[in-house]
């Protein structure tokens, strides 16, 4: 016997939500979920409170909240997502000579949650557990890049959301929206001294089986490197891709990647 109707319900619309392409009117989703839409529009007002769906007022729609986006991405972070890319990132960082770390959002910030760097390299601000402004970061950046537009308007509500390190990088909304637009066509971020002076750091992102970006593979140099950004960005797709099929994610618009191989004491018949 179920209850905690208002609760089963909610989670009813939360999982509708993740199945639609985009915001839907809340009598869409009564309709859809047969439900009334005095009920359905309570939850909504509810659960926009908790960060869990957002209202586009103009549009009147709704959609994900970022703490959707939280929830999911902590799921993978419990361990699988850390013990599949570890391996991922040392040899990364072996064969570039960069520092590779692996960064998801957290609300607004890039949090680290892996980091490789090679011998006698100067340690860099991106440890582990630091959390540095995600639209400094091209960890950051790539992976909000491939988040509804709703959802970057969500962490970014104006300008006082902005803050700079060293005086580089956006400062609106709309200078964040056309960087976001440009790095999402070239499929893969990068920044060049806006987090550290004379650093540059280049990621490109993994994805679930839902194509939602869950993980950020970043590489970062001396901006005097030799080696061309866009070859290092090469290597960080290469990664990402590769973390994306363990994951057995798919990127937007492909099929779901099958799993490429077995990890040691990992039952192939059981999920992540």
Known sequence: MNRVPSATRALRI????????????????????DLPRSSVYQLLEAMAETGFVTHLPEEHRWGLGI?????GSAYLRHEPLERLARPL????????????HLGILHS?????????????????????GVRLPAHLTASGRVLMSHLPRAQVRALYPGRHSFVTRTGL???????LREVLSRERRQGWSSEEGQVTADFS??????????ATPVAAIGLTVPSSHPVALSALAADARAVAQELTRCLSGRRPGHRRA???????????????
């Open 258 to 272: 099958a799993r490429t191989r077995a990890e040691p004491g990992h039952d192939r018949s059981r999920p992540l």
């Open 108 to 128: 607004a910030d890039t949090l680290y949650l892996l980091k490789e760097h090679p011998p006698h390299v100067a340690t860099l601000i991106t440890a582990v």
């Open 67 to 71: 703490a959707a986006f939280e929830v």
């Open 201 to 210: 750091s280049v990621a490109a992102a993994a994805f679930d089986h839902n």
């Open 169 to 175: 990088g956006p400062t609106t909304p709309s200078e």
């Open 14 to 33: 939360l999982r509708h939500l993740a199945t639609c392409s985009g915001p839907v009117p809340a009598s869409t989703i009564a309709t859809d979920l």
């Open 89 to 100: 990132l040392r040899a990364l960082s072996g064969r570039t000579g960069a520092t590779a």
